[in-house]
């Protein structure tokens, strides 16, 4: 692969930044300034350095976003804030998107990327990629709405696949979906008259939020990444 097409794809520069970079001496391969924008680079071999930081071979972007309360899961919006404004320019200019979505009330875990082909298959029900929602309902769910909960409701004219809820108090818990209808946990607290007051998602697929304050953001690791991208085998 070319220099500049290497830079490009991992969004460090585009072909004709690089171009001014090579012609500076700002590009370096294996430590040694490149003379030419198409030197040819093996991604698993050399190592590239651009304006004094070394590039690792990235064509996608992952982030890790801890949402606030009041954003709402979409790139733009005319009235509301979205999850993109809580992110710099920086990363916004890579096109990228929530991969699934949480109510504007709703906190927690968002995984944002730019790839789409990925997004598509983390979320097809047939994945059953678990999410984990921490809640506090209005009152105390009965053994029975428990087993209903759990068993699958019927939110209206779809009734939900098999879940667990662990109760952690009288009125707080969590639930571990492998699906995500729009409003899922909270019209199932409504099927069994009850209503959810709080909920934040804690865990997508193997991700959590580990330290991560709200509104924080980050990007995945390797190793997070390489898991996540086996969804998409
Ligand atoms: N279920 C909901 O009801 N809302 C969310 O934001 C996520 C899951």
Same mark, same amino acid.
């Given at each position: 692969?070319?220099?500049?097409?290497?830079?490009?794809?991992?969004?460090?520069?585009?072909?004709?930044? $690089? !171009?001014?970079?090579?012609?500076?001496?700002?590009?370096? %391969?294996? !430590?040694?300034?490149?003379? *030419?924008?198409?030197?040819?680079?093996?991604? +698993? /071999?050399?190592?590239?350095?651009?304006?004094?930081?070394?590039?690792?071979?990235? *064509?996608?972007?992952?982030? %890790?976003?801890?949402?606030?309360?009041?954003?709402?899961?979409?790139?733009?919006? /005319?009235?509301?804030?979205?999850?993109?404004?809580? %992110?710099?320019?920086?990363?916004?200019?890579?096109?990228?998107?929530?991969?699934?979505?949480?109510?504007?009330? $709703?906190? +927690?875990?968002?995984?944002?990327?730019?790839?789409?082909?990925?997004?598509?298959?983390?979320?097809?029900?047939?994945?059953?990629?678990?999410?984990?929602? *921490?809640?506090?309902?209005?009152?105390?769910?009965?053994?029975?709405?428990?087993?209903? %909960?759990?068993?699958?409701?019927?939110?209206?004219?779809?009734?939900? /696949?098999?879940? #667990?809820?662990?109760?952690?108090?009288?009125? $707080?818990?969590?639930?571990?979906?492998?699906?995500?209808?729009?409003?899922?946990?909270?019209?199932?607290?409504?099927?069994?008259?009850?209503?959810?007051?709080?909920?934040?998602?804690?865990?997508?697929?193997?991700?959590?939020?580990?330290?991560?304050?709200? +509104?924080?953001?980050?990007?995945? #690791?390797?190793?997070?990444?390489?898991?996540?991208?086996?969804?998409?085998?």
């Amino acid at each position: 692969m070319r220099i500049d097409k290497f830079l490009s794809e991992c969004k460090v520069a585009t072909r004709s930044e $690089t !171009g001014k970079a090579v012609r500076r001496g700002q590009v370096l %391969l294996d !430590g040694v300034p490149v003379k *030419r924008a198409d030197t040819p680079v093996d991604p +698993g /071999k050399n190592v590239v350095t651009y304006c004094g930081e070394v590039v690792h071979y990235r *064509r996608n972007t992952y982030i %890790l976003l801890n949402k606030p309360d009041g954003y709402v899961s979409a790139t733009e919006d /005319k009235k509301e804030k979205t999850v993109l404004e809580l %992110l710099p320019e920086e990363v916004r200019k890579f096109d990228i998107f929530p991969c699934g979505r949480l109510d504007k009330n $709703t906190l +927690g875990l968002m995984l944002l990327t730019d790839n789409g082909p990925l997004a598509h298959c983390l979320l097809a029900p047939k994945r059953h990629v678990e999410k984990v929602y *921490r809640f506090e309902c209005a009152h105390a769910p009965s053994e029975s709405d428990l087993a209903a %909960l759990e068993s699958g409701v019927d939110i209206g004219g779809y009734v939900t /696949k098999p879940c #667990t809820v662990r109760m952690l108090g009288e009125t $707080t818990g969590e639930i571990t979906l492998a699906e995500g209808k729009y409003h899922q946990i909270k019209l199932m607290f409504d099927a069994v008259d009850n209503r959810i007051l709080y909920l934040e998602r804690i865990r997508f697929a193997h991700l959590t939020l580990d330290g991560l304050a709200r +509104g924080e953001w980050r990007y995945l #690791t390797d190793e997070e990444i390489k898991l996540l991208e086996e969804y998409g085998n």
